[in-house]
């Protein structure tokens, strides 16, 4: 992950009053991505603010966004940049999945 995304991303979330953001390197681990950004939402309104206003900020920053899927929803929002993709969950969508454990390589 380039450091000057990675910069802006975590710097964006903090911003945004993003909860425990998470980055797993998932690099050799997958053919999809290299790294994993999990982070929470406290409420469906703040899950669609933080979503918005991070894509609005990569866009401004010239990062390309491949995917954003769950615009809508209430429970997870994500990002595809490609090398980087952003689960932007729900506290209970988050536990419900455990992306962290799903993707900890030392399993």
Do not use: C
């Not at 991070?54 to 997870?76: D, H, M, R």
């Amino acid at each position: 992950m380039k450091k000057t995304s990675r910069n802006l991303i975590v710097r964006s979330l903090e911003d945004l009053k993003a909860i425990d953001t998470q980055i797993l390197d998932l690099t050799g681990i997958n053919s999809f991505t290299d790294h994993l950004i999990i982070t929470t939402g406290t409420s469906s309104p703040h899950i669609s603010a933080i979503s918005k206003k991070l894509y609005g900020e990569l866009k401004k920053n010239k990062i390309p966004v491949y995917g954003f899927e769950g615009k809508g929803s209430k429970e997870w929002v994500l990002l595809d940049l490609g090398e980087i993709v952003i689960n932007i969950m729900s506290s209970s969508a988050r536990e419900l999945y455990d992306l962290e454990s799903l993707w900890d390589p030392s399993l």
